[in-house]
């Protein structure tokens, strides 16, 4: 029977978790710039301090204007609730501390950018949490890096720099059959492209830096729980189904049989390590996520456009767009992301390396900097820069050559981007004299 | 904490604090395809302040051995039941949607055990329409997206629950599939058919000699407000009227405890 549902995507972009504000009658979101909020006694500081109320009490833990941004994002992937976070590097950090500690093992893919895969590969193995690197495309690698004490897989929708498209039904279900999570990293998509919720993800963070802000202002991370995951009966995760010394001997799966994991990240991670996202930043970041839909819209419209040209161009080695067939899962996008790819994306130029610096020096439009996710144009080489620290095995490995430039497409006139990519071109093919 | 309640283990939240012999009692019981995490936030707070508290997860539902009870009368004693596993001769009975006639009737059997009889998001007679019921039976998750629409009234209800940072219709879509999930055949149906099939209240609410008190939502829509007439009448309750859908204890956790400590003070 035909029935009502939710609020669409759209209407939620705007209103999910917002209303008018009560004291004031404000209607755009009020910044709560305010560090504590007062207890109106000590029976009700108590209570809130002891979880018998619901309420702020210290920004870094929570704020009114912080939690409209975590619950719009909440909504928008379909999850329970989210934790805002000061980057998107934060968001990951928090994930993993909730869930894992010394003597635990992650499985992740190798494409991954750059910063992701520092954290997992140098600083957290330092804390004794190792990963595995496998190749997302080998789904067989997944399930054999898989040990006793792992505790998350890890990709990203959209892998960094390549666009590998992490096939999210497959890999949930080999971590859901070893009793395991799968946390994706869903920054190039944004959930407009993809809710990797619904194709059986259980924990999403994005960099909210790039799409879900989008004009290139703040930096600020979030991470949703799809509330899905049964931690309890998993066993794996006495993090959150025995008792929590640190916070009244909790047991999280049983106060929130959904819930579990956001409680401790927020009453364990944001209290104790304190990466917590600035009231004002989520403010800025809420305005970009109201016009997430059509700005997304439009930088799919204008990436498709610019890979059509790059596509065509003598000087380009390849394109590595997944609406291309040539791209190896152009197949799995074509199931996964129906909505398109996203405008992130990375082409070889045919030449020296000195011809790459030659194209990025010569773009006019296209800004060179590490940023994505922009509602202007950009251009970075991954070699030299986010993925600087990798080795050539592990450059491969992430499907990255000296020659890779990386753009991202913003939502400039589509028209103009071509041309400043044309003459760009051409500097290029002078420069091989 | 897990009881043997009728030769099945069932499982009770306490309120965050041990279970102790002695002291005032009171018995969350939760609606239909949800658990004792709808209560958490009242249950830890009665557990601190005085009170012994069992928030319950019903027969096939949450961490309690199945299977689910065929009636509101067969969960009433299973209520009365779970008392004397866990030694408590009397208690507080707070039940919502569904568990508010569970409560209704578990006061009604045993009125001598009753401190109190609080309901919340309450409605009698609790009819389902047929065409919730079928959609239920064919199209369960169909059904949980339509239930979950008509039971928030809002999209920014607030602080939300159990904290800031949560999305109210994500939870309860979340709790509602993982106990279907996990319960013995289609247990949605199954809820909505004991609600629906539940016709002693009159009777039931004639019975009862404690102090009632409906905690009603101005803006539900799946028990509305006008259908608790009758049973404010019948019981001589106390009415709460708060601003709300019907997931009352999530769109208005302060209200409804502020409403629960005039029905049962600390």
């Known amino acids: 029977m035909p029935g009502p549902s939710d609020p669409a995507f759209d209407t939620l972009a705007l209103h999910a978790g917002a209303a008018p504000d009560p004291a004031t009658g404000a209607r755009a979101t009020p910044i709560h710039l305010t560090t504590s909020f007062v207890f109106e006694s000590s029976e009700h500081a108590a209570s809130l301090f002891n979880m018998e109320r619901a309420g702020h009490v210290y920004s870094r833990i929570s704020n009114p204007t912080t939690a409209v941004f975590e619950e719009r994002v909440a909504a928008l992937e379909g999850g329970v609730g989210a934790i805002a976070t000061a980057s998107g590097q934060a968001a990951l950090h928090l994930a993993v501390a909730t869930i894992a500690g010394a003597g635990s093992h992650i499985v992740a893919s190798a494409a991954l950018y750059g910063g992701s895969h520092n954290l997992l590969s140098y600083t957290l193995s330092r804390f004794g949490i190792a990963t595995t690197f496998v190749k997302p495309r080998d789904i067989d690698a997944w399930r054999a890096a898989i040990r006793p004490n792992t505790r998350l897989l890890f990709g990203e929708s959209l892998g960094n720099p390549g666009l590998d498209v992490l096939d999210i039904p497959r890999v949930s279900q080999i971590a859901h059959d070893a009793g395991l999570p799968l946390l994706v990293d869903a920054t190039f998509t944004t959930p407009w492209l993809q809710q990797p919720f619904k194709l059986g993800a259980d924990l999403v963070f994005h960099s909210a830096t790039k799409f879900l802000s989008g004009h290139g202002t703040v930096v600020g991370g979030v991470l949703a729980d799809s509330g899905r995951f049964d931690w309890e009966r998993s066993g794996r995760f006495p993090e959150l189904s025995a008792p929590y010394a640190g916070f009244h001997d909790m047991v999280f799966t049983e106060e929130s049989t959904v819930g579990a994991f956001l409680l401790r990240a927020r009453r364990e991670g944001l209290r104790d390590f304190g990466a917590c996202m600035s009231p004002h930043t989520a403010w800025l970041i809420l305005q970009g996520l109201e016009t997430l839909p059509l700005r997304m819209e439009r930088h799919v419209a204008n990436a498709r456009k610019v890979v059509a040209f790059l596509a065509a161009h003598p000087m380009v080695a390849q394109v590595g767009y997944p609406e291309l067939e040539s791209h190896p899962d152009h197949a799995l996008a074509k199931t996964l992301l129906p909505r398109g790819c996203g405008s992130v994306f990375s082409f070889d130029l045919r030449g020296s390396r000195a011809q790459g610096v030659a194209l990025i020096e010569a773009l006019q439009l296209f800004s060179h900097l590490a940023n994505v996710g922009d509602c202007r144009s950009l251009v970075i080489h991954p070699a030299s820069t986010t993925h600087f620290r990798m080795d050539d095995a592990a450059l491969a490995a992430a499907g990255i050559t000296a020659g890779t430039i990386r753009l991202s497409i913003g939502l400039e006139d589509a028209d103009d981007l071509i041309i400043d990519l044309k003459s760009a071109l051409k500097a290029a093919e002078r420069a091989a004299a | ?266």
């Open chain 2, 1 to 266: 904490m897990k009881l043997d309640v009728q030769g099945r283990a069932a499982y009770a939240y306490t309120g965050g604090k041990p279970w102790s012999d002695d002291g005032p009692c009171v018995v969350f019981i939760h609606g239909a395809l949800n658990d004792h995490s709808v209560w958490t936030l009242l249950a830890r707070w009665y557990a601190h302040h005085g009170h012994r508290v069992l928030a319950v997860d019903q027969p096939g539902h949450g961490r309690s051995d199945g299977p689910p009870l065929a009636s509101v009368e067969a969960l009433a004693d299973w209520v009365l039941a779970l008392l004397d596993a866990a030694g408590a001769t009397s208690a507080h009975l707070v039940g919502h949607s569904m568990g508010s006639l569970i409560a209704l009737e578990a006061a009604s059997r045993a009125p001598e055990r009753a401190a109190a009889l609080v309901m919340v998001g309450t409605a009698y007679p609790m009819k389902v329409s047929d065409a919730l019921l079928s959609t239920a039976r064919d199209d369960p998750a169909r059904a949980i997206a339509m239930v979950n629409a008509f039971s928030h009234s809002g999209i920014a209800s607030k602080p939300s629950y159990p904290g800031p940072g949560a999305w109210l219709r994500g939870g309860a879509s979340a709790l509602m599939h993982r106990t279907q999930d996990g319960g013995e055949g289609n247990l949605f149906e199954h809820d909505f058919r004991v609600c629906d099939a539940y016709g002693s209240g009159v009777e039931a609410a004639g019975r009862v000699t404690c102090p009632a008190h409906l905690i009603i939502g101005t803006r539900d829509v799946m028990t509305p407000p006008k259908a608790t007439k009758e049973l404010a009448g019948m019981l001589d309750a106390t009415v709460h009227r708060i601003v709300s859908g019907h997931a009352l204890m999530q769109e208005a956790p302060d209200a409804v405890l502020n409403a629960m400590r005039a029905a049962i003070p600390a």
